[in-house]
T-cell receptor
């Protein structure tokens, strides 16, 4: 049973380009979370999705960032027109849902904007 | 809204010392509480959890008790090892999972 798979593990983009980060949840999990971690800082919640629905996007910047979790395929976090300040580690987590269930994390995608 | 506050690091201890990392929470309901650990270059792994008041979660010698009266979930270990060096995150789960800022732990041989 594969864990949460994120790709790519490392992504380098020039300022102004687009970054696409992919997350395949664990089998049977219909809930996906995205978090951002800046160097030496904690995890900042970005967005919570269920299949085809955004449940909570209160942590997402209002511009340039979007997320989706289609019926088929991985969840995608998309950052348009990247800036240096977007450089961070982006972690995806999945859960089967329900208050008592923990989230399982992927290894993260480390985005570097040059 | 819900929030988690944990002690700031870094925390540096000698091997075999006693460890406590404080965590308190604010929640409107009755969330589940978690401790996650992050080793260098990796994602987070669940260390232990508790789903209701007075529950004790335990794993790998670590323990934490869900204290509703003090809204706390402090992490403890009786004798730490060098391999415990990592960043520890306290978290609560309601409709989404909210994390504290993390506490970096250094264990010296």
């Amino acid at each position: 049973n594969a864990g949460v798979m994120q790709n790519p593990r490392h992504l380098v983009r020039r300022r102004g380009q687009e970054a696409r980060l992919r997350c395949s949840p664990m089998k049977g999990h219909s809930h996906v979370y995205w978090y951002r971690q800046l160097p030496e800082e904690g995890l900042k919640f970005m967005v919570y999705l269920q299949k085809e629905n955004i449940i909570d996007e209160s942590g997402m910047p209002k511009e340039r960032f979007s997320a989706e979790f289609p019926k088929e395929g991985p969840s995608i976090l998309r950052i348009q027109q990247v800036v240096r300040g977007d450089s961070a580690a982006y972690f995806c987590a999945s859960s089967p849902g329900g208050q008592d269930t923990e989230a399982f994390f992927g290894q993260g995608t480390r985005l570097t904007v040059v | 809204g819900n929030s988690v506050t944990q002690m700031e690091g870094p925390v540096t201890l000698s091997e075999e010392a006693f460890l406590t990392i404080n965590c308190t929470y604010t929640a409107t309901g009755y969330p589940s509480l978690f401790w996650y650990v992050q080793y260098p270059g990796e994602g987070l792994q669940l260390l232990l959890k508790a789903t209701k008041a007075d529950d004790k979660g335990s794993n790998k010698g670590f323990e934490a008790t869900y204290r509703k009266e003090t809204t706390s979930f402090h992490l403890e270990k009786g004798s730490v090892q060098v391999s415990d060096s990592a960043v520890y995150f306290c978290a609560l789960g309601d409709d989404k999972i909210i994390f504290g800022k993390g506490t970096r732990l250094h264990i010296l041989p």
